[in-house]
């Protein structure tokens, strides 16, 4: 058999389906394993089955109808839309900090509460700030290396969320958007000659902002210094390198784990890779780190397919948060940057981000399964 039919049954076969049972798996995994572990700290806390882990499983129920609306929502048909849901996204970054609707909790005006759960709006906001950028960019792509079409007015809509995000306050939030904002740009063609002046302008003032915030100034130099602040400051940080260490490689086993036991605050949430690797060991915290990079390796090399710009971004957005909220997860609860809480997608406790990282999940698997099975030409029958 020649090597071009070889490779031509292959697409057809196995290359169509291989990226999206690869993502798949990936997320199995890491779904899996969240719920796992939260059924094991729900035992420790003496609420089993009825604690995070009933909950988490009912929200992942929404999670996969939502999931479902975004296979089946056609995106280049209600491209238009992209506008108005990115209005709302602002709208609801605004209704957060009016006192009254949006919940403060310890000091922070981020959620709001709509009966059987609280919203994290930002959570929301993320669905129309890619598709508004998206949608913007394949509009005015001829003049991407424009100043004011291709850089100035991008950065004026990446602003607002930044904005109104660091209000709430939630620095590190706004940073990720600033982050998946700034790599959009870059992905979309703006000139390195305006993006770079403008990351090390806006990063020296976002230090400065930290540095004249004491909580957060506080964060950075116990970050610093773990050891010594490790009963102040950098107790979280603390608390979870040990856990890490109790579980050496194969782990102290599912329940057996002490950190969960109010040790580690924010257990199920912010931190719970330490208890993962507390309790199932450096092979498997190493696996969820290998999930999150199969998943972004293949959705990036997936991205060639892409048939146009605003596809393009959409699918590299949805990406970039969810790879990024990861890595900056992970490398808070291992040290590696200051701590800030921000959840670990697909396995954390959590309704509205489990939610939204669902429906990008199915915005890219949507993307993907198109560009891998076009629309079909059926030769013209003899004599038509």
């Not at 040990?242 to 950190?259: D, E, K, P, T, Y």
């Not at 969960?260 to 605050?265: A, D, R």
């Not at 190493?286 to 959705?299: D, E, I, N, Y």
């Not at 890595?327 to 396995?347: A, E, R």
Request: proline fraction near 4%.
């Amino acid at each position: 058999m020649h090597t071009s039919e070889s490779q031509r049954i292959w697409d057809y076969t196995v290359g169509r389906r291989l990226p999206i049972v690869l993502l798949g798996l990936s997320v199995l995994f890491l779904n899996g394993l969240g719920l796992i572990v939260l059924l094991s700290i729900g035992r420790a806390h003496g609420t089993g089955l009825g604690g995070y882990f009933l909950r988490q499983s009912l929200w992942m129920g929404v999670a996969m109808t939502g999931f479902g609306i975004s296979l089946i929502f056609d995106y280049e048909k209600w491209r238009k839309a992209s506008w108005w849901i990115g209005i709302a996204g602002i709208a609801l970054l605004i209704l957060v900090l009016v006192p009254g609707i949006g919940m403060k909790i310890n000091g922070a005006r981020r959620w709001i509460d709509i009966g059987p759960m609280n919203m994290q709006v930002s959570d929301v906001a993320k669905i129309g700030y890619i598709l508004c950028l998206a949608q913007y960019f394949s509009i005015i792509q001829r003049e991407r290396a424009h100043f004011f079409k291709g850089f100035l007015l991008p950065c004026v809509m990446i602003g607002i969320f930044f904005g109104l995000i660091l209000l709430q306050p939630d620095f590190g939030t706004a940073l990720l958007f600033a982050m998946v904002g700034g790599v959009l740009l870059f992905l979309a063609g703006a000139s390195l000659k305006y993006l770079i002046p403008t990351a090390i302008t806006g990063g020296t003032l976002f230090g400065l902002a930290i540095a004249h915030d004491p909580v957060r100034s506080a964060r950075i130099l116990s970050f610093l210094d773990v050891e010594g602040n490790r009963s102040e400051g950098a107790y979280q940080l603390w608390q979870g390198i040990i856990g890490f260490g109790a579980g050496g490689v194969n782990g102290v086993g599912l329940g057996n784990g002490r950190q969960q036991f109010s040790f580690l605050p924010e257990a199920h949430t912010d931190f719970i890779f330490p208890i993962i690797g507390e309790e199932l060991g450096l092979i498997v915290t190493l696996s969820v780190v290998a999930a999150f990079a199969l998943f972004f390796l293949v959705t990036w090399h997936q991205l060639q397919k892409a048939p146009n710009l605003y596809q393009f971004l959409l699918v590299s957005g949805g990406l970039l948060f969810i790879t990024m909220q990861a890595m900056v997860n992970m490398g808070v609860s291992t040290g590696c940057l200051p701590t800030k809480g921000m959840s670990l997608p697909f396995i954390s406790y959590g309704g509205s981000n489990l939610v939204v990282t669902y429906f990008l999940f199915g915005i890219i698997c949507r993307c993907i399964w198109k560009w891998n099975n076009p629309p079909k030409i059926e030769p013209r029958e003899m004599g038509a």
